[in-house]
């Protein structure tokens, strides 16, 4: 069983669309995460939800918006996409704000072109 | 502010020989401490942490990490290193005054020849 899961696992795609990037876990936890990691492999923390709630939200463009429709499921949708968004976007969650150890998805390779 | 620095972007090592990946931090007061590794294409994984205690804390895989106070300092450990060690590796650092933002270090790529 996945603990958690992205979708898509690839996604290519012109600049100027909108996409959408779904992750869910299976864990029962409380506290999830969208990190953006670039081709350097510098991996940046964008948001974060509790229990649905916003509680991270970085300086990202704000052509980025996180939705948590429930606790066990957090998507990104990013809006008129551009060259600048081509990366590796992790999905993570522990069990609570101030747990410590942080379970990662699989990662979404986006590639705008 | 948080900030995590990892000074070498490889290390290679031989197999069989001991390895030290590098980490320091800065925090404005004590820190919780972590050790994520990287593998192609995957996900980051959980090593070890540090909360309190003992100073020399031991993770997954035979990883060990010692927290140096003095020289803001956790520096990842193995005694025989492997070659499936090779891969990515994440130091990060959190500010133990309730903040919920965990810092990741840039990583450093592994590498351990046969």
């Known amino acids: 069983d996945t603990a958690v899961s992205q979708t898509p696992k690839y996604l290519v795609t012109q600049m100027g669309n909108d996409k959408s990037i779904k992750c869910e876990q299976n864990?029962?936890?409380?506290?999830m995460y969208w990190y953006k990691q670039d081709s350097k492999k510098f991996l940046k923390i964008m948001f974060s939800?509790?229990?649905?709630?916003?509680?991270i939200n970085e300086t990202v463009p704000n052509r980025f918006s996180p939705k948590s429709p429930d606790k066990a499921h957090l998507n990104l949708h990013i809006n008129s996409l551009e060259l600048g968004d081509s990366a590796v976007y992790f999905c993570a969650s522990t069990e609570g704000v101030l747990s410590y150890e942080q379970y990662f998805g699989p990662g979404t390779r986006l590639t705008v072109t | 502010a948080q900030s995590v620095a990892q000074p070498e972007d490889q290390v290679n090592v031989a197999e069989g020989n001991p390895l030290t990946v590098k980490c320091t931090y800065s925090v404005s007061g004590n820190p919780y401490l972590f050790w994520y590794v990287q593998y192609p294409n995957r996900g980051l994984q959980f090593l070890l942490k540090y909360i309190t205690g003992d100073n020399l804390v031991k993770g997954s895989y035979g990883f060990e990490a010692e927290f140096n106070k003095s020289q803001t300092s956790f520096h990842l450990k193995k005694p025989s290193a492997l070659v499936s060690d090779s891969a990515l590796y994440f130091c990060a650092v959190r500010d133990r005054r309730g903040g919920f933002k965990t810092i990741f270090g840039a990583g450093t790529r592994l590498f351990v020849k046969a």
């Open positions: 939800y509790n229990n649905k709630e916003l509680i």
């Open positions: 864990l029962g936890h409380d506290t």
